[in-house]
């Protein structure tokens, strides 16, 4: 099947979040979801934090002495990663510092909503790839980004385990292909640098197995968070290729925002 290219245009802003089990393909669909609607863009936060300790900032900083350690980098400052980010494209609007406002995400008072304003110009709308992972995440980003569309993907787990056999990532920056499923330009060969690819020894089905297993675990309750705001906010989108799972989201998406 081939997904039409053709483009629609936006007319509030979309935030959107991806959820679905490693190897879905939510890459594929951030990808073709900016093609189709060219007013959306992807906010990563892998990429955010890459990025910031390149440039040395002191949020790059901070994250590098976790990264380096081996240590998770904690949600605050990735929360504050985004903040940053939005404010800098003024996609967000603030009335405080950002420390201050992370500072009270971090209390769990709700006060930090009073002190942005999303826009909802359609030009601000973005996939949010990477966060929240966890229902105490999404909370927190609630009160500083109000999320308006989340996708569940669902793939069956043989197809994905399936994928992950023939999985091929490039190291440095992470990037992920899957042969017969999404290729690389060249083989072997990371499509934008021209570097190699390799197999991960940890690609072997009983490590994915407990992968999806955990996914499954922490997926449910970001899902259920998302639910008990409004049952509508989550879609949910079943099939066995990207190809049958594209037009589905593009058809809610130019339900909900379309012209």
Not at 34 to 51: E, K
Not at 234 to 253: A, T, W, Y
Request: charge should be neutral; include cysteine; hydrophobic fraction near 35%.
């Amino acid at each position: 099947m081939t997904v039409a290219h053709a483009t629609r245009k936006l007319k509030n802003a979309a935030r959107i979040i991806l959820v679905g089990a490693p190897g879905v393909g939510k890459g594929t669909q951030s990808e073709r979801l900016m093609t189709r609607f060219p007013q959306l863009c992807s906010i990563a936060t892998g990429d955010l934090l890459r990025d910031h300790v390149k440039n040395k900032t002191d949020l790059g900083q901070q994250a590098e002495k976790y990264m380096n350690s081996g240590g998770l980098v904690p949600d605050p400052l990735i929360l504050n990663l985004i903040l940053t980010e939005l404010t800098n494209r003024k996609w967000l609007e603030t009335n405080d510092t950002n420390d201050n406002i992370v500072a009270a995400l971090g209390r769990g008072n709700g006060s930090a909503s009073s002190a942005v304003k999303a826009s909802n110009n359609p030009d601000t709308s973005f996939i949010l790839d990477g966060f929240p992972r966890t229902a105490s995440q999404a909370q927190a980003l609630s009160h500083l980004l109000p999320i308006n569309l989340v996708f569940q993907l669902v793939t069956p787990v043989n197809i994905i385990l399936s994928r992950m056999a023939n999985r091929w990532t490039h190291l440095a920056s992470g990037r992920v292909y899957n042969v017969g499923f999404n290729d690389p330009k060249e083989a072997g060969k990371d499509d934008i640098t021209g570097e190699a690819l390799v197999q991960r020894d940890d690609d072997s089905e009983a490590t994915w197995r407990k992968r999806l297993a955990k996914f499954d675990e922490t997926s449910k309750s970001l899902l259920d968070f998302y639910r008990s705001k409004e049952e509508s906010l989550v879609v949910r989108v079943e099939g066995n290729s990207s190809d049958e799972i594209s037009p589905q989201i593009f058809s809610e998406i130019e339900r909900r925002f379309g012209t």
